[in-house]
């Protein structure tokens, strides 16, 4: 089950269908089984040597549907334990990096690597073991807090979930509920904020404990405060990880160790924060642009 809840927030129309109904997990089952894409390569090996792995894209080349390729030859590397953030207007093909490292789509040319191996040749079940997604709008189940926590690895200790909860900054949220931990959420309970939602993403994968963490920013706006709040959140669960970071306001890629600057499916330019700044090019207008932009319209503008 550890791996389910994960390929569920890529899944678009089935992911609406399955958050509608939550309850019944063999009709989950059902669904995921429609949406399989890809197979096991016969005698594939789990991953291993996954201590901290370096993550690469080597010239992946890839197109939902033939007649329209998506991404045309990206190469870039996120090393052991630092953060590549993604940027770009919508539609450049961000969140497709991320299906792809997951493996929900094999790639037509090029090679994914983690730790050095083709996520091809290795078993589905470890490429996503070691993967933790904090997803843009996270599955929430009609069940409680503390269930949904402990998604991230059943059998959590309720100490556990707390801790992670904690380092989540969402224990305080959910203590003052009526029944704390075992009040019910989802669509017959307790309606959480898109920032609270996120939060328990965090705190499962807090749990999960994953070598890898994809998160992908929330496209809704926050609040300014609810904001900084969920960057120190994901800068701390980013320590120590190789992360992937799909980001629509600027202001979270700020410290990443590389910013790919995405556009139709290419990367236009990639640096640092200061090195694009003093490029003066696509970044560097974004930069500008969304600075004059108030809050409410936190997407990264297309130039
Ligand atoms: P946003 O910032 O809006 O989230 P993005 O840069 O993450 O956008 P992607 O979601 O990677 O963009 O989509 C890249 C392109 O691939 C888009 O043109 C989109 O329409 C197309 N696309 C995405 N998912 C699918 C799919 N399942 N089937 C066919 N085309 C798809």
Request: charged share 20%; aromatic share 6%.
């Amino acid at each position: 089950m550890i791996q389910l809840y994960i390929p569920l927030n890529f899944l678009g129309v089935i992911y609406r269908e399955i958050k509608q109904s939550l309850t019944d997990l063999d009709k989950m089952f059902t669904l995921m089984d429609r949406e399989r894409e890809v197979a096991d390569a016969p005698g594939a090996q789990p991953l291993a040597g996954l201590a901290q792995p370096t993550v690469r894209f080597e010239n992946v080349e890839f197109a939902y549907d033939p007649a329209r390729p998506i991404l045309k030859g990206i190469s870039f590397e996120i090393p052991a334990g630092k953060t590549v953030a993604v940027v770009g207007p919508s539609g450049s093909g961000k969140s497709t990096l991320a299906r792809l490292l997951f493996r929900f789509y094999d790639i037509q040319r090029g090679r994914i690597t983690m730790a050095g191996q083709e996520i091809r040749e290795v078993t589905q079940a470890s490429v996503r073991q070691a993967i933790g997604i904090v997803p843009q709008d996270t599955v929430l189940f009609n069940d409680t807090v503390a269930y949904n926590i402990a998604y991230g690895r059943p059998g959590a200790s309720q100490a556990e979930i707390e801790e992670a909860a904690r380092a989540a900054r969402i224990h305080d949220f959910i203590v003052v509920t009526p029944k704390g931990y075992a009040t019910m959420v989802g669509e017959r309970g307790l309606k959480l904020s898109g920032g609270e939602k996120q939060r328990v993403a965090i705190a499962r994968t807090l749990l999960k404990n994953p070598p890898v963490l994809i998160f992908d920013e929330a496209t809704s706006a926050l609040d300014s405060a609810n904001e900084r709040a969920i960057q120190a959140e994901l800068q701390s669960a980013a320590r120590n990880r190789t992360t992937l970071l799909i980001a629509h306001r600027l202001s979270t890629v700020v410290d990443a160790h590389q910013i790919l600057v995405m556009d139709a499916g290419q990367i236009v330019e990639r640096g640092t924060h200061s090195e694009l700044l003093a490029l003066g090019g696509r970044y560097a207008s974004m930069w500008a642009l969304q600075k004059e932009s108030p809050p409410e319209s936190p997407s990264a503008p297309a130039p």
